[in-house]
């Protein structure tokens, strides 16, 4: 049954909700997953940024999942799009990668939750309830993370100029990947890796990429005992 907290007429009819992933098993999983707790779902999928931006624009959704790392456009700039367009749609945003890289971030742009791949269990359950509630799902973990995050003088580091993609970039650079790893993980080219890292680089004031790697380690930007 869906929680008596959530809005009556969402109660009443199927939860509509948009999965998209560019990957199928996981999409399947996600799908089984929530289907173990809400009676009456009804699904769309999409694979890629694009995708998921045009079902959004064309149907009605309760909630929007959205995979951070999808080929083209990511999950960070659809959260964007989804957002301008459609304020009060919850979107939340799912990764591979640990909080401490894109969480802020992501619900800085407006999603009502980052949910972890690698705990997606109750914690989605959990992030959709939150969501047809209208409110936002934080993790303690992550309340932690935003609270150090108030208590720092963020202003002014290099790292916060860039753009979503290009701190994606950065995190996967610095946690020693090469740029022929990055643009397969993140189905890009091996140019368009190049470029990013270019721009990543001049913004910072960096040189190279073991500049990277201390800089990134330095700032904590990822999880050295989950990698990215």
């Not at 929680?3 to 996600?30: C, F, P, W």
């Not at 694979?47 to 149907?59: H, I, K, R, T, Y």
């Not at 091996?190 to 201390?214: D, F, H, P, W």
Request: proline letters at 3%; hydrophobic letters at 40%; glycine letters at 8%.
């Amino acid at each position: 049954m869906i929680s008596d907290k959530m809005n009556t007429s969402v109660a009443e009819r199927s939860v509509r909700i948009l999965i998209a992933d560019d990957h199928y098993v996981v999409r399947q999983g996600l799908k089984d997953v929530l289907r173990a707790r809400f009676e009456r779902l009804e699904f769309g999928e999409a694979s890629d940024g694009n995708e998921a931006l045009q079902l959004v624009w064309n149907q009605d959704w309760d909630v929007v999942l959205l995979d951070i790392s999808m080929p083209g456009r990511g999950g960070m700039d659809a959260l964007k799009e989804v957002k301008q367009a459609k304020p009060r749609l919850p979107v939340i945003i799912l990764s591979m990668h640990p909080e401490d890289q894109f969480a802020i971030r992501a619900l800085k742009l407006g999603a009502c939750a980052y949910i972890c791949k690698d705990s997606a269990g109750s914690n989605l359950v959990k992030g959709v309830e939150a969501a047809l509630r209208g409110e936002r799902f934080i993790t303690p973990s992550l309340a932690d993370q935003m609270a150090g995050h108030l208590h720092k003088d963020h202003e002014g580091l290099p790292h916060e100029v860039l753009s979503d993609r290009e701190y994606q970039v950065l995190c996967l650079l610095g946690s020693g990947k090469t740029v022929k790893e990055v643009a397969g993980g993140l189905s890009l080219s091996i140019k368009t890796i190049s470029t990013y890292r270019t721009r990543i680089i001049e913004k910072m004031g960096l040189t190279n990429n073991a500049q990277i790697v201390r800089y990134v380690i330095c700032h904590k930007l990822i999880d050295l005992e989950g990698g990215t």
